[in-house]
């Protein structure tokens, strides 16, 4: 239970900084939105909360992919390898 505290606080915390984000770039169409919805789909994941955790990393994917104009990336490659964890 201890533990899941600290996972309930650590989104809490990244539900704060996607927000902040969002507010000083004017769009979620930044990869630091990406990053930030990586990582809360970590916590989703390690929570068991699956459905969720995917549908962060899908719009983390998706951000990506816009941003760098191809899916042949690093940071897509990454983002594919956290999601197929997550099923």
């Known amino acids: 239970l201890e533990m899941q505290g600290e996972l309930d606080e650590a989104l809490s915390l990244l539900s704060e900084s996607l927000a ?3 507010r000083v770039y004017g769009t979620r169409e930044q990869l630091g939105v990406a990053a930030t919805l990586g990582s809360m789909a970590g916590v989703l994941k390690a929570q068991g909360k699956l459905a969720e955790s995917l549908a962060r990393y899908r719009e983390s994917l998706a951000i990506t992919e816009r941003a ?3 899916r042949i990336h690093r940071n897509v ?3 594919l390898f956290q999601m197929a964890g997550a099923l």
């Open 68 to 70: 760098h104009g191809t």
């Open 77 to 79: 490659a990454r983002t």
């Open 20 to 22: 902040f984000k969002e």
